[in-house]
């Protein structure tokens, strides 16, 4: 036979903190995570079932399209048209000064007619990624003698690749010269040729 325990007013306090604490703790804990928890789960499946040719779910305003216009201006800028070579290579000289490398010598070959001169694709040049196929090389090569030190040249490279236009690396050849390194440096403005 078993025996009951009585219920007195101490068991039946205890059994309504228990209780309070367990709805409490649902309320104010789970509930509110199954909800977010819901919410994700629908626009997790929102943006898996949309279809490959959607539109954004947000539209772009017109603020953001102007902002657009102004970066395909800038970008458009940095590319060098053939007749502007000379132009590149003024900046290529100013580049180079202002990264403390000294320039033996600075000049444009291979621009007159001839197979040489016909302009490449980009892949002839180091580019970071691959080139689409509306980049092409101009005709004509930047070619550059110069002695400096490591750190010089190293800064002459980043300043080039930040600079005002588009100038790619072809070749580098250093060598070590007494104290000193000197650099025979060839590079090849861009162009875009899309219409």
């Known amino acids: 036979m078993r ?23 649902y309320v104010g804990v789970v509930a509110p995570r199954a909800r977010e928890v819901a919410r ?10 949309r279809p490959a040719g959607a539109a954004p779910v947000e539209p772009v305003t017109e603020a953001e399209r102007a902002r657009w216009r102004e970066v395909d201006a800038l970008v458009r800028a940095r590319f060098v048209s053939p007749d502007d070579q000379m132009r590149v290579v003024l900046d290529v000289g100013r580049i180079a000064r202002a990264a403390a490398v000294m ?49 010089e040249l190293i800064d002459f490279l980043d300043r080039l690749a930040r600079g005002s236009r588009y100038v790619a690396l072809q070749s580098l050849d250093v060598r070590r010269v007494g104290d000193h390194l000197e650099s025979e440096i060839r590079l090849a403005s861009l162009r875009w040729t899309a219409p």
């Open 3 to 25: 025996e009951q325990l009585p219920l007195t007013g101490g068991a039946l306090a205890a059994i309504a903190i228990v209780f309070a604490i367990t709805v409490g703790g």
């Open 103 to 151: 320039v033996m010598d600075l000049r444009l070959e291979n621009t007159g007619p001839g197979p040489a001169a016909t302009g490449g694709a980009a892949q002839d040049v180091i580019l970071p990624s691959g080139a689409p196929a509306t980049l092409a090389v101009n005709p004509g090569i930047i070619s550059l003698s110069a002695r400096h030190r490591y750190g």
């Open 40 to 49: 994700l789960e629908a626009q997790l499946s929102a943006t898996l079932t």
